[in-house]
């Protein structure tokens, strides 16, 4: 029997809720009947160059995300070690509550681009109100807390120097934090409309600009005095502001892009008929990336409790470790994209055959991105620091720092792949259990009682993947493709092609999302099918 089908709106996804079991494998009654839905097959190189055509969009952009990061850690290991260590630690503590609000913004992509595919063009400028004012009024408390951040530093970091570098920057980057929430806000929403192009411009020309002024600010310029390691977040803050500046002025004022979904503010945004939909949606999504964030910051206290070269040679590492993440998740997250589509048109074959196309191209490019960390290991950690203890320290931890963002690459593949499927709940699974039941535990018992110090930490990364894997592989393993595809395919809301185009607007624009700070492979959870997740309750537009 045919499954009844309803109009998209904001609250829609491709594919319905499913009760996994209709998706496994099982010797007993099927509740759909297996129909060859496969349609023809594209070339297997044409399906290289349509992952890799999507997979090298979304990697620039992220790598755009990772330079403003990158361009900061490296002032700062220049200045001196206990200025990084003190600015990293700083980081990872601001980013718990801050990941509330950076990663709930995106959830309005949802919501404006339903209304704006439905023809609700007004409706779109109030969900970007919504999203102004509690972005704005959750940054209030936050930037509070920011203030005493030096305050938890000194609960595991016994160095009064380092502790002090944390508190200023703390409560320097607290002048920013609106700034980079509104330019969040603005990006999505014009993302949803399609308009992704003018961010990804603004935000290469912020990269630049970074660079430029923490030159100027940290060692000044035509004779004026540099104002040291402070200059570095006054650089951040400063850039940030001009990026929002830069980009509404473009839009907004130049270009005009917002007038068809525009109207004006208006009480309608923080009516009760707005929030009933508006923080089931979003508050999911920010205690979700609190809790990735509250395990980093956890091992990060471990970290500290071993002195201020480890903390700075973790910030090295995670630097890296976001570099080359940023060029291997695209791939990731444009199989996961072909993946859906062909589910939505019911091809089991051609989902199966996505996904080996996908790996192995991901593959690929990870295996030459390792090697070349690990033949260029000293340059790339010069980069960081030219201090020779770090540099000794970080090479020490080369072989196993390697290994594991070998194991990454293929747990993020997976991770995609399930995504695809609508099976987050086996990704929410792997990830509490091996990032709580096994890495956290192994973060304390192999660095600081065991004495194996920066080792340690990547030796816990590696098996808490491990461990993420083999659950991960238990939920593959019971797929039955055929029936998934079936019942994709009968619960499709929109048309797969427009679909797959939405998906890849709205990654693509979450690339640009500027992250608090870097972080290991382990807590990290794309953020892959997060649209296809949505509350089934119908909602007009």
């Not at 009947?33 to 160059?49: F, G, N, S, W």
């Not at 290991?77 to 003190?86: D, P, V």
């Not at 030796?459 to 079936?486: M, P, Q, T, Y």
Request: with cysteine; net charge neutral.
């Amino acid at each position: 029997m045919a499954l009844a089908r309803r109009p998209p709106n904001e609250k829609t996804r491709l594919i319905s809720k499913p009760r996994e079991i209709e998706m496994y494998s099982f010797s007993g009654h099927s509740y759909y009947e297996a129909i060859d839905m496969t349609p023809d097959l594209v070339p297997i190189k044409q399906e290289v160059v349509e992952i890799s055509s999507m997979a090298v969009q979304l990697s620039i952009r992220q790598l755009v995300r990772q330079m403003m990061l990158i361009t900061d850690v490296a002032f700062q290991g220049h200045i001196g070690t206990k200025q990084l260590a003190g600015a990293t630690l700083a980081g990872v503590y601001m980013a718990v509550p801050s990941a509330f609000i950076q990663n709930a913004i995106p959830a309005i992509s949802t919501l404006c681009s339903q209304a704006h595919s439905g023809g609700n063009h007004h409706l779109v400028g109030v969900w970007l109100q919504t999203c102004i004012v509690f972005a704005v009024l959750g940054a209030m408390p936050i930037m509070i807390y920011y203030l005493f951040v030096g305050d938890i530093i000194v609960i595991t970091l016994d160095d009064t120097e380092t502790v002090h570098y944390g508190e200023q920057f703390a409560r320097i980057m607290a002048v920013g934090l609106i700034p980079q929430y509104l330019y969040s806000c603005l990006t999505t929403y014009f993302a949803a409309q399609g308009i992704v192009t003018e961010a990804t411009v603004c935000s290469s020309i912020t990269v630049v600009l970074n660079v430029v002024l923490n030159q100027v600010f940290i060692y000044g310029v035509w004779g004026i005095p540099g104002l040291g390691f402070v200059g570095s977040p006054i650089a951040t803050v400063v850039a940030s502001c001009l990026q929002l500046a830069m980009f509404a002025t473009y839009t907004i004022w130049y270009k005009k892009l917002h007038r068809t979904t525009w109207g004006g503010w208006s009480w309608e945004c923080v009516s009760k008929k707005q929030l009933v939909i508006f923080l089931p949606l979003v508050v999911p999504m920010g205690i979700t990336s609190v809790i990735e964030w509250s395990s980093v910051a956890l091992a990060s206290a471990f970290s500290a409790l071993l002195g201020t070269d480890i903390a700075a040679c973790q910030a090295v590492l995670y630097g890296i470790w976001g570099v080359i993440n940023s060029f291997v998740s695209g791939f990731s997250t444009a199989t996961q994209i072909r993946m859906a589509r062909h589910l939505s048109e019911g091809s089991a074959v051609g989902t199966k055959r996505v996904l080996s196309v996908g790996s192995a191209t991901a593959g690929t490019i990870g295996i030459v991105m390792v090697l070349g960390v690990y033949f260029a290991n000293d340059a790339l950690f010069r980069l960081w620091s030219p201090d020779p203890t770090i540099l000794a320290l970080c090479n020490s931890a080369l072989d196993v720092f390697c290994l594991c963002m070998s194991v990454a690459f293929c747990r993020f593949m997976m991770t995609a792949c399930l995504h695809a499927l609508s099976m987050s709940n086996v990704n929410l699974i792997a990830a509490n259990m091996a990032t709580w039941g096994v890495y956290i535990p192994l973060c304390y018992v192999l660095p600081v009682s065991l004495g194996w110090g920066l080792t340690g930490f990547w030796v816990a990364d590696c098996v808490g993947e491990l461990v993420k894997i083999a659950i991960l592989f238990c939920g593959l393993a019971r797929v039955n493709w055929r029936a998934a595809a079936d019942y994709a395919h009968k619960s499709a809301a929109v048309n797969a092609a427009d679909e797959e185009h939405r998906e890849l607007i709205a990654f693509e624009n979450e690339a640009l999302l500027t992250p608090q700070t870097f972080r290991s492979p382990m807590p990290l959870t794309p953020k892959l099918g997060r649209r296809r997740h949505d509350r089934d309750e119908e909602i007009h537009v």
